[in-house]
């Protein structure tokens, strides 16, 4: 059991380094994931930015926390995808008749998510600053967004997790996008939520990704955070905890 | 080359899927070093038995010993023990023939992944496709490439649940090759085969699985012990597997 345990960082490297290299080698994923946003942001704000009153006098600087949320949403359809793919041709099973550290392999796919989500995520912000996003914020500041996006990359990775490897279907595999696409639509990400009808304004003022965007939003023009930080981060966590144990029971069952 | 006399020894393994039961009591015991076939008909229960021999699934009840190690108790030793080739060949189709050897080897922890993949595409004759994808292979390299993987480490007992199904008559051969290649280095192979003339060219023992459980097993010659020729008149025709195999199946479904 020693022996075994010692190599579970190794172990990780050389799943991440293959689950890696399924990306790389179909960029596609990696341009959808990032493309997406990008034209979101261009109609937003070349579109029906003019119309929306935000009472900020730079709407990009408005709406980049919230887009960078839809583009980390959009992306975990591809792990589900590519878990499920890895259940459906037995290399899981193969896997796991070797000596090799059980949690490993899906370590890997969700570290890979981490990976690809900070390349879309790095052009999403450099294509805002060519749109006029400006952030007085400093390192720290900077580094807390970075810190929170990638807990909440690693909270829906792991939601993704558990209907990759509990999908009958390719198409359930990656259902679980639709419903967490929605989440950043009905939440502060375009507009504020004072501008919504009373039983809209209650959902979005509750779910998580309102505290997520509002805390980003804060960090970012340099604005005293206030508790939204801590409720988005309760969020993350919970999710992740929560979707971590059901995916390693699903995974156990499943293998 | 090992301590024990018998490699693998299953006593009274039972298994059902929801309420179907599929292993009824299942006994054998395959020695150190020979080669084992288990023979049945679809859905007779065979990939089943390689599963629970592997680690992958749980048995309901009876015991499995494996180079001395209880699959129940001591899962983590089994797999270091172990190696599987499945019913249905498990490669990274995006990785080329070389990455996944290399992978393997890392897996395994061992000193140098790139020459064992040298060393192993050359054995499996895959050094011409070797920096291919393996996407682009036949179902012929693909299944080699599949065995390849299960010969990385060297493992002292090979579980392979139908090798050769769906290769032309020369890809059987060369597995049949490596098979006995294998068996001549002292390793313990268990294969389950649909094809009676495989199991007759290969076995040193042979056990047929019919509802639940074995129902004959010994060496080729044992089993033509037990149905001796039909006719003895003129010409002394030997039965072939095949009769041995539909008298015994035909004679059990009439009870
Ligand atoms: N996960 C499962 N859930 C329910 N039933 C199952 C499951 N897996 C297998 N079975 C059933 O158990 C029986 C034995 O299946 P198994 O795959 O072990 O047979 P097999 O001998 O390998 O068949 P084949 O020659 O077709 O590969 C079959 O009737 C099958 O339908
Ligand atoms: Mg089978």
Redo the contacts with the bound molecule.
Sequence with gaps: MEAIKNYFLVDMSVMMGRSLRHIFRSMDTIITVTIMPIAMMLLFVYVLGGAIQTGTDNYVNYLLPGIMLIAIANSIGYTSFRLFTDVQRGIFERFNSMPVARSAALWGHVLTSLVSNAISLTVIVLVALLMGFRSSAGVFSWLAVAGILALFTLALTWVAAISGLSAKTIDGASAIAYPIHFLPLISSAFVPTSTMPRGVRAFAENQPVTSIVDAIRSLLSNQPVGSEIWVALAWCVGIMIWAYIFAMIVYRKRA | MSRYENAILVKGLTKS??H?P?LLGVDFQVKTGSIFALL????????????ILTTLLKQDSGSVMINGFDVAMNPEQVRQSISLTG?FVAVDEILTGRENLVMMAKLRHLRAPHQVAEDLLKRLGLTAAADRRAATYSGGMRRRLDIAMSLVGGAPVIFL??PTTGLDPEARIEVWNIVRELSGNGTTVLL?T?YLEEAEQLADTIAI?HKGKIIVSGTLEELKMLFPPAKVEYIEKQPTLEEIFLAIVGEKTEI
């Design positions: 899927y929801k179907v599929v049945g008909t679809n859905g007779s229960g065979k990939t089943t038995i390689v599963k019913q649940d139908e389950t649909q699985l």
